[in-house]
């Protein structure tokens, strides 16, 4: 399993865009790069997902660079309710069952 | 939208007693997958179960575990003998296929071992 490093905390004014960055410099060909957001009590609630270059859906950007050692989740224009704990999660998912290795995330504030 | 539900939201047990969670999957999912977090920790993985009979476990997931699926809506998950240490949330997830990394997790069973 390729090891991710992500920032421990981050702070944001409400309106700004966020970008959380994610290094995996041991990921592997066919590893695809995944991200979650927690909110307290939750359970997990999947983001987005990618393998290369950009994906973009209705709530967030993932940013891959060619070499794919590391990714970046942008939010944009956050609000309050984005409050909470971000994970960076990289696997490959087409050998079987895929079972989710979390770290220890990125937790952001959004500051009024 | 479909959601994963579990019951009960908060369980309380004495050490040594048996508890059985249990989670509802989304209906047309086919991977059912338990985790659990320790309060102020991160989310561990402790099986997966396909078709009837589990797919991967954890070092977590020992013995004193088990999972069924006693009909075609319902996942739980037995822990035979509790212990001081078992007390974290605990989240049930299911997937549509093993092709993806998305999974959709319940709310979570608090479970707190007295």
């Known amino acids: 399993l390729a090891k991710t490093t992500q920032p421990i905390s981050m702070d944001s004014y409400e309106g700004q865009e966020v970008n959380i960055t994610c290094s995996h410099n041991?990921?592997?060909?066919?590893?695809?790069i995944t991200w979650y957001q927690q909110f307290p009590s939750q359970g997990p609630r999947f983001i987005i997902q990618?393998?290369?270059t950009k994906v973009t859906n209705e709530v967030a950007s993932l940013f891959i660079p060619a070499d794919r050692k590391s990714s970046t989740l942008s939010l944009p224009r956050v609000s309050l309710s984005d409050t909470a704990v971000y994970y960076c999660?990289?696997?490959?998912?087409?050998?079987?069952?895929?079972?989710?290795?979390f770290g220890t995330g990125t937790r952001l504030t959004v500051i009024p | 939208e479909p959601e994963v539900t579990q019951t009960p939201s908060h369980q309380v047990t004495q050490m040594g007693q048996e508890v059985i969670l249990r989670c509802v999957p989304i209906?047309?999912?086919?991977?059912f997958y338990w985790y659990r977090q320790i309060l102020g920790q991160k989310v561990e993985f402790l099986v997966s179960?396909?078709?009837?009979?589990?797919?991967?476990k954890s070092e977590i997931f020992d013995d004193q575990f088990s999972v069924e699926r006693p009909d075609g809506s319902n996942f739980t998950l037995k822990i035979r003998s509790t212990k001081l240490e078992d007390s974290a949330m605990y989240f049930c997830?299911?997937?549509?296929?093993?092709?993806?990394?998305?999974?959709?997790f319940g709310p979570g069973t608090r479970l707190t071992v007295l």
């Open positions: 997830a299911s997937s549509e296929d093993y092709r993806t990394n998305e999974q959709f």
């Open positions: 041991n990921i592997a060909t066919n590893d695809y």
């Open positions: 990618g393998y290369k």
């Open positions: 999660l990289v696997g490959d998912f087409e050998t079987g069952a895929n079972n989710l290795f």
């Open positions: 209906s047309n999912h086919l991977y």
């Open positions: 179960f396909y078709n009837n009979e589990i797919s991967e």
